[in-house]
């Protein structure tokens, strides 16, 4: 690597403050800091100083999605080569196809044929999302002046994670769009976002093109064949309806339709044990977000009803259906959006396990409860702050 490491150093100068090409800068540091770790050091007394950065953060949250990306292009294949040799369906007839044909025998069992024929679905979409996104990211570096922060990596991932897998790619370029533009940048960048910018990106489409984020025919990557998710049955039928077609285990693993990445509750929480261990998710979040969902979940229960079926799902059901686990893993933890201090922390998780089960269940057209109650938390993010902030200041007060 010695050669590439001179030619970037050789290259370098041009890029500086007063080089031909300085106001690139912010793309040769995206190069640089891809292949290398940065250079930037801190400097100066009043500095706290750790051997964790942002970019060894963003790194290690981009690794944590991995089992859930890799289970979840699998999932894509095997539901949508399952429902073809059941139904006798013929695959879509369009560019997919000729990428598909190349190492794809169409066999549901065979785990190198699901996972071929869901890459040639996410991966399109997660480049189209990485492409764009990045684009964005290095238009306002340029504008602003300064480098291109690592927090768009993840952004990308997480946001790609959320599609359903026949997602448009236009749309999806529109989404992270949205999601990092008046999301994140207008606001001034990383760091300075109070709502998600991935979250912000997938609710826009969610209500722009519901067709195409919501409904029956989306979820399972085959053209002119529909399943609904779980929790579209639920909102029918209820547990007895989910229970004719799937079971507590089914829906754990991740033998289910839905979203690329969220479908697996067991893979992601291989993630959970990476970013608990690093201490990059906060276990306070964690835990308040499920003691939330179970008090709300269990208070429904409490109350049942004949006209709703969705009143009578248990707490243990909520967790592995939907985006709960996704949402709660990688969404309710990112540390800009969410509540700061600890207690805060608590308060805020508790927040939106309340508010997911309460959408799930009040509302039924809108199923998918967990990231409508993630953004509404990160609105009340800075209020529990200042609550919890005054509280410690006035008892601190008293103990002089």
Same mark, same amino acid.
């Given at each position: 690597?010695?050669p590439?490491?001179?030619f970037?150093?050789?290259?370098k ?5 007063n080089?031909?090409?300085s ?11 891809f ?7 801190t400097f100066?007394?009043?500095h ?20 859930a ?23 879509k007839?369009?560019?997919h196809?000729?990428?598909i ?24 979409i ?7 996104g ?12 300064h480098?291109?922060?690592?927090g768009?990596?993840?952004t ?7 599609c ?5 790619? *236009?749309?999806v370029?529109l /989404?992270?769009?949205? +999601?990092?533009?008046v999301?994140?940048e $207008? &606001?001034?960048?990383? %760091?300075? #976002? ?27 990557a085959?053209?002119g064949?529909?399943?609904?998710t ?9 547990l007895?309806?989910i229970s ?38 906060? *276990?306070?979040?964690?835990? /308040?977000?499920?003691? +939330?969902?179970?008090f709300?979940?269990? $208070? &429904?229960n409490?109350? %049942?009803? #004949? ?10 059901w ?13 969404m ?16 805020y998780?508790?927040?939106i ?5 309460l ?42």
């Amino acid at each position: 690597m010695k050669p590439l490491r001179n030619f970037l150093d050789n290259i370098k100068p041009n890029f500086g403050k007063n080089g031909v090409l300085s106001k690139f800068f912010p793309i040769f540091d995206v190069l640089e800091n891809f292949l290398y770790s940065s250079e930037r050091r801190t400097f100066g007394l009043i500095h706290v100083r750790d051997s964790a950065d942002i970019q060894k953060i963003m790194v290690v949250v981009w690794v944590a999605a991995w089992p859930a990306m890799f289970y979840g292009m699998y999932n894509i294949g095997f539901q949508a080569l399952s429902a073809m040799e059941v139904n006798n369906i013929l695959p879509k007839e369009d560019w997919h196809l000729f990428f598909i044909n190349l190492f794809c025998e169409y066999d549901p069992n065979s785990l190198i044929d699901c996972l071929w024929y869901g890459a040639c679905f996410f991966i399109p979409i997660y480049l189209v999302t990485f492409i764009v996104g990045i684009l964005w990211e290095i238009i306002f570096a340029i504008v602003r002046g300064h480098e291109v922060s690592e927090g768009a990596f993840v952004t990308t991932i997480l946001f790609a994670l959320c599609c359903p897998p026949d997602a448009p790619l *236009w749309q999806v370029a529109l /989404g992270i769009s949205f +999601g990092l533009v008046v999301g994140k940048e $207008i &606001f001034g960048g990383t %760091g300075k #976002n109070f709502l998600n910018p991935a979250l912000i990106g997938r609710a826009f489409l969610y209500f722009a093109y519901p067709v195409h984020w919501s409904g029956n025919s989306v979820w399972v990557a085959l053209d002119g064949y529909s399943s609904p998710t779980i929790l579209g049955i639920g909102a029918q039928e209820g547990l007895e309806g989910i229970s004719i077609s799937y079971s507590w285990i089914d829906s754990f693993i991740g033998n289910i339709p839905g979203s690329v990445g969220e479908t697996s509750t067991l893979f992601i929480l291989l993630g959970l044990l990476v970013l608990l261990y690093t201490r990059i998710a906060s *276990w306070r979040i964690i835990l /308040g977000v499920l003691l +939330g969902s179970f008090f709300m979940s269990n $208070i &429904f229960n409490l109350i %049942g009803s #004949n006209t709703n079926p969705m009143f009578s799902l248990p707490f243990y059901w909520h967790i592995v259906i939907g985006g709960y686990a996704f949402g709660l893993v990688f969404m309710a933890v990112e540390p800009v959006s969410g509540s700061h201090t600890n207690l805060g922390r608590w308060y805020y998780g508790f927040l939106i396990g309340i508010m997911v089960v309460l959408i799930r269940v009040i509302n039924p057209a809108f199923p998918e409860g967990m990231m409508l109650a993630i953004l509404f938390a990160n609105l009340f993010a800075p209020l529990i702050d200042h609550f919890v902030q005054e509280r410690n200041i006035k008892q601190r007060l008293k103990s002089i």
